[in-house]
């Protein structure tokens, strides 16, 4: 049975004007009388809840599939990111080898004679504030006595 445009726009039009006279029939009786609304309110949830949780299980199972995909792009994404970065290392990994050759070998050139560390020694200061040595201290390190 094949309905005309012209008697499916009439019942369209039918339909929208009667569903926001009932809603504003239901908004006034909910105003004017909230005990006796609030029951009916209450069953059409109960009847409506079984309903509305089955349509709603579709809904979450593709949002949740949206999810799995965005974090799937995400790991392509960061995998690609450390793939380039990890190219971008090995050729700074290839310089430092370069530098560290070249490097070496320009010591055996020069032959160059590392600096012994330095090693520290507590001493202690003796000054004299009047006389002859005014300016002058005198460090005790040792065996040694230096005159500074």
């Not at 006389?131 to 201290?137: F, M, Q």
Request: aromatic share 6%; net charge positive; with cysteine.
């Amino acid at each position: 049975m094949r309905i005309s445009p012209a008697r499916r726009a009439a019942i369209e039009r039918t339909s929208v004007t009667l569903l926001v006279v009932i809603s504003a029939a239901m908004i006034i009786v909910g105003k004017a009388d909230q005990v006796a609304f609030q029951h009916f309110r209450n069953s059409i949830m109960d009847a409506a809840a079984p309903a509305l949780d089955m349509l709603s299980r579709p809904a979450a199972a593709l949002d949740a599939a949206a999810d799995r995909v965005r974090g799937f792009i995400a790991v392509y994404r960061d995998n690609a990111r450390l793939a380039e970065e990890n190219e971008r290392l090995l050729g700074w990994q290839q310089v430092a080898l370069r530098l560290s050759a070249e490097n070496a070998e320009l010591r055996g050139l020069s032959k160059l004679v590392p600096e012994p560390a330095i090693s520290f020694v507590t001493a202690r200061v003796i000054a004299d504030s009047g006389g002859a040595y005014a300016r002058s201290i005198m460090v005790n390190y040792g065996r040694a006595i230096c005159v500074v």
